[in-house]
């Protein structure tokens, strides 16, 4: 999970975009970035591989970014490494619209290719460049930045939580959400977007959750919400009562609490990308059939509570989906440190019976080991997500 952070307003962004992107740094990260505006400035972009402070050392806590307008990001790469080049924010190519995403673009290839062919060059191995680049398409079409957004949402499979600005809209930051969070935050100074309220609590309590396929355009002092059919929706507002060590564990006692809450959610982002057809596609391993058909075994390799669950793994058998030819595991084959290890598998659970089938194409024969505490969630978990 990462973190998004939008501002415009009436004081400088970047050190709001700082602390924000701060406070979400436990949801984790790989690097960070920013965009900023001014009209005498234009849009100054920063970004880099690693910690945040390795960002707000670059820019001096914020200070060397000019204007009232920017967005934020903490990216956890899932579409290119880690490196300056593929940290968000994105531009386009023109240089108008800059862009920060969470989630995953399911169709970006497609995308990319198709605006390739129209002789768009790309800068980054992302997803999310595709839908810079895509808004400057339709942009140029019809020459509105709303109107441009919900074209490139019908055309974008995935999820998404987008903070994007626009220089012809120099006084605007917009946003848009399916199936990752976005929040609006209303403030005194200005209108906030973050992933979570934890990043704007300390300027406001007076929230928005925004829904799937909802767009919104803020100002320093309007917002204005709209459907996937560009029509205005009236949300309802609330009021955040929790202190700042609550918001940082999202209303729950613990974090562990919200992990387990969290997990529906987690599981689908995690599989839902990598599986199109009713067949596995794990494009970023580069597996050739060849080089799969000589593997002998595969070691997963687990700690914690996918290290305990599968203490006792069951015997499967099924067809690799990527060379056809059959697989089966042999438990005993395996030793005692590095347990073979394709996760849980119970035949009475069929949310996670469906769920391996879809994985790999995988029968299960035998498998009535207890179903340990510590594995409840995750079944729930996929059960929740299906
Ligand atoms: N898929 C995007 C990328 O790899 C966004 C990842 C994220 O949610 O941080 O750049």
Same mark, same amino acid.
């Given at each position: 999970m990462c973190g998004i952070i939008g501002f415009v307003g009436n004081e400088p962004a970047a050190p709001i975009l700082l602390d924000g992107l701060e406070r979400m740094e436990y949801r984790g990260y790989d690097s960070a970035g920013v965009a900023v505006r001014s009209e005498t400035a234009g849009l100054q972009v920063r970004k880099t591989k690693g910690r945040l402070q390795v960002l707000s050392d670059l820019i001096h806590g914020g200070a060397d970014l000019e204007g009232n307008l920017g967005i934020g990001h903490t990216r956890w790469a899932t579409h290119g490494e880690p490196n300056d080049i593929n940290a968000h924010p994105h531009v386009s190519e023109n240089g108008r619209i800059a862009l920060v995403h969470n989630g995953i673009i399911e169709n970006y290839l497609e995308l990319k290719e198709h605006l390739q062919k129209l002789g768009v060059t790309f800068q980054s191995e992302t997803d &999310?460049?595709?839908?810079?680049?895509?808004?400057?398409?339709?942009?140029?079409?019809?020459?509105?930045?709303?109107?441009?957004?919900?074209?490139?949402?019908?055309?974008? +499979?995935?999820?998404?939580?987008?903070?994007?600005?626009?220089?012809?809209y120099p006084n605007a930051l917009i946003a848009a959400r399916k199936d990752s969070p976005l929040i609006i935050g209303y403030g005194q100074n200005g209108n906030f977007i973050a992933s979570d309220v934890t990043a704007v609590i300390k300027y406001t309590r007076d929230v928005v959750y925004m829904d799937d396929g909802e767009i919104a355009v803020l100002t320093a002092d &309007?917002?204005?919400?709209?459907? !996937?059919?560009?029509?205005?929706?009236?949300?309802?507002?609330?009021?955040? !009562?929790? /202190?700042? $060590?609550?918001? *940082?564990?999202?209303?729950?006692?613990?974090?562990?609490?919200?992990?387990?809450?969290?997990?529906?959610?987690? %599981?689908?982002?995690?599989?839902?990308?990598? @599986?199109? =057809?009713?067949?596995? %596609?794990? /494009?970023?391993?580069?597996?050739?059939? +060849?080089? %799969?058909? =000589?593997? $002998?075994?595969?070691?997963?390799?687990?700690?914690? $509570?996918?290290?305990?669950?599968?203490?006792?793994?069951?015997? @499967? +058998?099924?067809?690799?989906?990527?060379?056809? &030819? *059959?697989?089966?595991?042999?438990? !005993? !084959?395996?030793?005692?440190?590095?347990? &073979?290890?394709?996760? %849980?598998?119970?035949k009475e659970t069929e949310a996670l019976k469906g769920f391996y089938e879809k994985l790999g194409k995988l029968r299960l024969i035998e498998g009535n080991q207890p179903i340990e505490d510590a594995t409840r969630d995750i079944l729930a978990a996929l059960g929740v997500s299906k």
């Open positions: &999310s460049e595709v839908v810079a680049q895509l808004l400057e398409y339709h942009y140029n079409e019809c020459h509105n930045m709303l109107e441009a957004v919900g074209r490139c949402l019908r055309r974008i +499979e995935g999820s998404y939580a987008f903070g994007i600005i626009c220089a012809d &309007s917002v204005d919400v709209f459907d !996937d059919e560009l029509l205005p929706v009236e949300k309802t507002h609330s009021l955040v !009562d929790w /202190d700042v $060590s609550a918001a *940082e564990k999202g209303g729950y006692a613990h974090f562990m609490a919200k992990e387990i809450m969290e997990q529906p959610e987690a %599981v689908r982002k995690t599989i839902s990308p990598r @599986i199109r =057809d009713g067949r596995v %596609v794990l /494009d970023n391993l580069h597996l050739t059939a +060849e080089y %799969v058909r =000589d593997l $002998s075994r595969i070691y997963v390799i687990a700690c914690g $509570s996918s290290y305990h669950v599968t203490a006792n793994p069951p015997k @499967i +058998e099924g067809i690799c989906n990527a060379c056809g &030819s *059959e697989l089966v595991t042999r438990p !005993d !084959d395996v030793p005692e440190t590095v347990r &073979s290890r394709l996760a %849980v598998y119970h």
